[in-house]
């Protein structure tokens, strides 16, 4: 579940962050970063974040996980994308 972005402000989110329910399964541990969050379904799937850490201080799982927003930095990843944006 999509939290407010100030539910993660004790990991160091922002407004521009994605930040996501869970529990110490069902979230992002310490190693994960870089890792996507998507939403929707099979074969309709957005990219919405990327992890970027804890969206708590709770220990190595944390009860929240923060992802850096794609949409609010979309003009920054296709200045910096290169070459053909078809090939995986």
């Known amino acids: 579940r999509i939290l407010d ?8 989110g922002t407004a521009d ?9 069902h979230s992002a ?13 099979s ?9 970027h850490g804890p969206g708590d201080n709770n220990g ?3 009860t929240s996980t923060l992802y850096t927003g794609i949409a609010a930095n979309l003009d920054w990843i ?6 053909d944006r078809t090939r995986g």
Request: aromatic share 2%.
């Open 43 to 51: 074969g309709n799937w957005t990219l919405v974040g990327e992890t």
């Open 78 to 83: 296709n200045q910096h994308v290169k070459g």
């Open 60 to 62: 190595e799982c944390a």
């Open 5 to 12: 972005s100030n539910a993660c402000s004790e990991g160091g």
């Open 17 to 25: 962050d994605v930040c996501v329910s869970g529990d110490a399964e």
């Open 29 to 41: 541990c310490h190693g994960d970063s870089g890792g996507p969050a998507i939403t929707g379904s």
